[in-house]
């Protein structure tokens, strides 16, 4: 009975010193939120946010830093950027300092910046600037013992960036932020960087299209002329330097367009005489230089003056032209007709026993129809008279150098059976309408018989004949050169020039 009691007896010991505990937290609880808001009473008791600090006084400082958390998008075709970021703003207002510990600090409602003085801060490059209010208005107030107030908010910022294109894309932009005062002077507000921190960026943003490379920040004095008055404005300037990524326009345009200049070359180991496989790879390739550049400039302003892309794309289609206008050259000087083949003298055995032959049945032929036919022979006669005329011609060499159209090697005779001798052609052949007979003009065939030689029986197996076509053409053998070598020339004194232009090229050093 004893142990029981004394057990009861601590318990309800405990649960009244626990109690009493309670208690006194909830009092001193009460005290403290009693204390904070006479002190805030206390201190905006008779305060008129409509003043600055030390009013009639020296000029109110205010101190300012970034927290870049993430860019983009960033326009050349409008010529702006965007940024998210924290905008923190600090000032010391005398006004608001309590007595205390300095390490106490009050954070605040945002209740109390109506009731408080605050900076009127403007972007001066600003476009479309806005405070994120999801799922709450994004700010918050701080109130330190010594009158100092710490105001922060999130921003999005659109502002402008006056581009220079000359080096696109091998370009550095140099994007600036400015802001200050919309209505105080320098005699009333200066701001000024935060010593600790004045822009900082966030470890994990990333660009698809740049690299944040430099923030270099300042102070600045914009002076403004009103009325014949001048008033200065206290400023404060960061510069964005972003440097622009290439390869998605290598990818896209350089390699494309490399490829193109290349592919036209092939036009130079085609034979000059295929000019319709030629023009038709010259006209090919030059609207397909077309279209590409054309593509490659819809992503930017009209700028007046040329970037380096489009040097580089003119100067490709440069090359592909200069292809079309080489092969206008070659073609010109060429020496022997389109299409046409050229038969060596290596049959001159086989065409001297083909004039034998023609001799001997051109002489029968002819004495068997003198009786009949007195015209047959003037037209005979005319027709030796002709052949010996060509033979003198050739030094009295019985062989003949033909040449003859590709679609005519073979020449069909006069309706019936068809002759399976081919015989020489000395001029072109004409084509009869009527019964679609090729005739060569140097001979004459009586009407109503077809040419024959007497003994068909002594035909001879002729060697095949192989054609002798075109040579190639010096200028296309020069141009196989010359072109690969001028414009890797010129690649190498472009793609130099602008990366040493834009520091790109000492980068790459001190990176390695």
Same mark, same amino acid.
């Given at each position: 009975m004893l142990q029981r009691f004394l057990i009861l007896f601590f318990i309800t010991e405990m649960n009244w010193a626990l109690s009493l505990t309670t208690k006194a937290s909830k009092i001193r609880q009460r005290n403290n939120h009693q204390n904070i808001s006479t002190l805030l009473d206390n201190l905006l008791r008779g305060y008129d946010n409509s003043v600055r600090p030390d009013f009639g006084g020296p000029p109110a400082i205010i101190e300012v830093d970034i927290m870049v958390r993430s860019m983009g998008p960033i326009s050349e075709v409008d010529m702006t950027y965007s940024m998210d970021c924290y905008f923190r703003q600090s000032w010391v207002d005398k006004r608001l300092a309590f007595a205390g510990n300095s390490k106490d600090t009050l954070a605040l409602s945002i209740s109390m910046l109506a009731r408080i003085w605050k900076p009127d801060t403007y972007f001066y490059n600003g476009k479309q600037s806005y405070l994120h209010t999801i799922t709450t208005p994004n700010k918050f107030v701080r109130l330190y013992q010594d009158g100092r107030v710490l105001y922060s908010s999130r921003l999005t910022i659109k502002a402008g960036c006056p581009m220079n294109l000359e080096d696109f894309p091998m370009d550095i932009q140099r994007c600036p932020l400015k802001f200050g005062s919309?209505?105080?002077?320098?005699?009333?507000?200066?701001?000024?960087?935060?010593?600790?921190?004045?822009?900082?960026?966030a470890e994990d943003m990333k660009l698809s299209q740049f690299d944040l490379i430099a923030t270099p920040a300042a102070n600045h004095t914009d002076t403004v002329v009103n009325s014949d008055i001048k008033s200065e404005y206290s400023m404060l300037l960061v510069s964005f330097h972003l440097q622009r990524h290439m390869g998605n326009f290598l990818i896209q345009v350089y390699g494309p367009c490399i490829l193109l200049v290349v592919l036209s070359w092939v036009s130079f180991w085609l034979n000059r005489e295929a000019t319709a496989d030629r023009v038709s790879l010259g006209i090919t390739t030059v609207l397909t230089m077309t279209f590409l550049g054309l593509e490659a400039r819809t992503d930017l302003p009209k700028v007046p003056y040329p970037t380096a892309l489009d040097f580089f794309v003119f100067l490709s289609f440069t090359f592909i032209f200069a292809t079309i206008i080489q092969f206008a050259v070659v073609h010109y000087f060429t020496k022997y007709g389109s299409g046409e083949c050229y038969f060596s003298n290596e049959l001159s055995s086989e065409s001297s026993s083909d004039e034998d032959d023609w001799k001997s049945s051109d002489t029968k032929r002819t004495s068997t129809e003198t009786p009949f036919n007195e015209p047959g022979l003037k037209k005979s006669n005319s027709t030796n008279s002709k052949r010996t005329n060509y033979q003198g011609v050739n030094g009295g060499q019985p062989h003949l150098l033909e040449v003859i159209p590709l679609s005519m090697c073979s020449i069909p005779i006069t309706s019936g059976r068809r002759s399976s001798h081919n015989f020489p052609c000395i001029g072109c052949a004409e084509a009869d309408e009527d019964d679609k007979t090729y005739i060569p003009s140097g001979i004459n065939v009586i009407s109503g018989q077809r040419l024959?030689?007497?003994?068909?029986?002594?035909?001879?197996? *002729?060697?095949? !004949?192989?054609? /002798?076509?075109?040579?190639?053409? *010096?200028?296309? !053998?020069?141009? /196989?050169?010359?072109?690969?070598l001028l414009f890797l020339t010129i690649n190498l004194f472009y793609w130099y020039s602008y990366l040493s232009r834009t520091k790109r090229i000492q980068q790459l050093n001190v990176a390695y």
């Open positions: 919309f209505g105080y002077t320098s005699q009333d507000v200066i701001y000024q960087w935060n010593r600790a921190r004045q822009v900082a960026i024959s030689f007497q003994g068909q029986k002594h035909r001879r197996k *002729k060697k095949k !004949r192989t054609p /002798r076509f075109n040579s190639v053409s *010096k200028i296309d !053998r020069a141009s /196989r050169i010359f072109f690969p």
